[in-house]
Each structure stands twice: as structure tokens, then as C-alpha cells.
């Protein structure tokens, strides 16, 4: 993950929005940011910037997945009530780097 230099810090927040295409490994290839840091309840909400061709959000493990699209616009959301850290990742763009990661805590 090129972009990631570190959770952003979020806590305290009721809703994050984190993008998907953003620019990362070579294009809109990233999640902007790559990881945050959230308090328990909050929902993250994933926005597709319509950069990169068709992006997902799944969870290692299988916890959740969105659908596979390229429009713009497009929102798939997840709360995050447990502590722990939730790694993910963009399925057809996993082996370029576009991973990401909820930090729940």
C-alpha cells in the first residue's frame, strides 16, 4: 500500500467516508485513506470515485463484501461495533496493493 503511512485518526466520529479509486499503485488503484482509526458504532462508508475500473470492498475472512462496480458515486457502508482491526481489500486489485484497514478502538 503506497498510500499508507498510518491509520488516520477518526474516533469520536459517527460516520467515516473512505474513497475507493483513489489514486495509489500506479492509478486509482487505493482507498483514501488507506486505514482510519474508529471508535465502536461507527459506520464507515465506502464512496467509488469511478477511478481504477471496477472496485469491491471485502473483508479478509469473508465478514462482509460489497458488489463490484466502476460508477461513481456508487456507496456500499459497514458499522464497526467490536474492537479489533478489520483488514480489506479490492479483489481484481488485490496483488497491485489496494488493501486497506478499520481500526476499531
Known amino acids: ?7 488516520v485518526d477518526r474516533t469520536g466520529e459517527d460516520e467515516v467516508t473512505v474513497q475507493v479509486g483513489s489514486q495509489a499503485n500506479g ?3 487505493g482507498y483514501g485513506p488507506a ?6 458504532g ?3 462508508r465506502w464512496e467509488w470515485t469511478g477511478e481504477g475500473g ?3 470492498v ?3 475472512g469473508g465478514s462482509f463484501a460489497s ?4 460508477d461513481a458515486g456508487h456507496t456500499f457502508a459497514q458499522t464497526f461495533d467490536a474492537p479489533g482491526t478489520t483488514k480489506y ?3 481484481p486489485h488485490k496483488a497491485m496493493g489496494m488493501k486497506g484497514a478499520v481500526v476499531v478502538g
Open 42 to 44: 461507527t459506520t464507515v
Open 67 to 70: 458488489q463490484m462496480t466502476a
Open 89 to 91: 481489500y479490492c479483489m
Open 35 to 40: 486505514a482510519v482509526s474508529v471508535s465502536p
Open 27 to 29: 492509478g486509482g488503484f
Open 1 to 7: 500500500m503506497e498510500n499508507y503511512d498510518g491509520p
Open 58 to 60: 471485502r473483508a479478509d
Open 54 to 56: 471496477s472496485h469491491d
